[in-house]
């Protein structure tokens, strides 16, 4: 594992929960922050016992303002050097946004430029009601990648995503919630509990279900000949011949709570 502590990793019950941990910097993601985030994601993946993911930020301000610009002179001064970081970033936001299982992304404060590329590869955004969003790239002369770009155009459309960058503005959590750019809007004070008892709710139902759904879903914003629908369908039928489908019509028939093991 990459050695940083500013990314935290915990387990609780069915849910992980990966947290930037840079709050003197507002959460501003570091080179070892990208790798290390990759590293705590494998950890989840691997693990049967984590159904879901939280994606935060510690220090109650931010969720992620973007990249650590003070590193950029040491880090990103020459060709080399920003091939290397661009690798190491953009293979944890593939990881974030390939994960096979639920994610949802908690945002209080901040969520600036990477913040909220890293936001648009999680499933779903929960935000409390001072968040504030914005893509500052065309304040700072960046260019901003296709995927990237892409991502954001997924969840809230074209026109949105123009205005999200070609103001470099930032947004508040209403307007967010009007654009699409967050599924809910809590209360500062709500935030942590409404997330755990949303992750605790998905944790509790089928796995396989949720996966072929995600893979789905997935599938569905590619282009049209990139699509693996044969696999969708294996997905589809793996459900049907599972022990959880049979649990499932089990304790529905004994009016009660099923007990799914993703089996």
């Not at 879901?52 to 990249?67: E, H, L, M």
């Not at 690798?87 to 600036?112: Q, R, V």
């Not at 969003?133 to 304040?139: D, E, R």
Request: neutral net charge; proline residues 3%.
């Amino acid at each position: 594992m990459t050695q940083t502590t500013k990314m935290l990793s915990r387990k609780e019950g069915g849910i992980g929960y990966l947290i930037f941990n840079n709050p003197d910097r507002l959460n501003a993601v570091s080179l070892d922050m990208w790798a290390a985030t990759h590293e705590i994601l494998e950890d989840f993946r691997q693990d049967d016992a984590v159904r879901v993911v939280v994606v935060t930020g510690a220090g109650g301000k931010a969720f992620v303002s973007g990249a650590d610009i003070s590193e950029f002179e040491k880090q990103r001064a020459n060709q080399e050097q920003v091939d290397r970081y661009n690798s190491t970033s953009e293979k944890a936001f593939t990881s974030l946004y390939e994960f096979p299982k639920p994610t949802i992304a908690m945002i209080l404060g901040y969520c600036i430029g990477g913040g909220l590329g890293l936001a648009m590869c999680c499933d779903m955004r929960i935000c409390s009601d001072n968040s504030r969003f914005g893509i500052p790239a065309a304040k700072l002369g960046l260019g901003y990648g296709y995927v990237g770009v892409k991502r954001l155009v997924d969840v809230v459309g074209p026109s949105f995503a123009k205005e999200i960058f070609y103001t470099a503005r930032q947004f508040d959590a209403d307007e967010a919630r009007v654009m699409g750019l967050v599924n809910r809007v809590v209360p500062k004070d709500s935030l942590e509990s409404f997330v755990k008892n949303y992750a605790d709710t998905i944790s509790g139902n089928a796995p396989l279900t949720i996966h072929a759904v995600k893979f789905a879903i997935n599938e569905a914003v590619k282009d049209e000949t990139a699509r693996n629908l044969k696999h969708s369908a294996e997905l589809v039928e793996r459900c049907f011949a599972s022990n959880d489908y049979a649990e499932g019509r089990k304790a529905f028939m004994e009016k009660r709570k099923p007990v799914f093991t993703g089996t």
